[in-house]
Nanobody, 122 residues
């Protein structure tokens, strides 16, 4: 069982930066593939980025070059550094984890956090 707790979301102006954190419980964090998803109001949840247990990363085209996912296995934490934020980045951001799935489909991730709200004003 893994519990995930996101933090770091807040109101920020367009062009600004934020770093989201996702703290995970459990002793085998380093083996889990960790991902970030987001859901804007009235829209479906969408993939943002994933970092595999071995450290390989993949980012959605919509955030590539602006967002960076990383992890600190010693702290059981995964991060999402978000730069050059745009109003269209406004959404609830969710952290997800799975011991085997490492793709972009949300349906395959077993564990989810409660989400953290990011609002980007124009």
């Amino acid at each position: 069982q893994v519990q995930l707790v996101e933090s770091g979301g807040r109101l920020v102006q367009a062009g600004g930066s934020l770093r989201l954190s996702c703290a995970a419980s459990g002793r085998t964090f380093s083996r889990y593939h960790m991902a970030w998803f987001r859901q804007a109001q009235g829209k479906e949840r969408e993939f943002v980025a994933v970092i595999w247990g071995g450290g390989t990363t993949y980012h959605a085209d919509s955030v590539k070059g602006r967002f960076t996912i990383s992890r600190d296995n010693a702290k059981n934490t995964v991060y999402l550094q978000m730069n050059s934020l745009k109003p269209e980045d406004t959404a609830v951001y969710y952290c997800a984890a799975d011991p085997t799935w490492r793709g972009t489909s949300e349906r395959e991730y077993r564990y989810w956090g409660q989400g953290t709200q990011v609002t980007v004003s124009s």
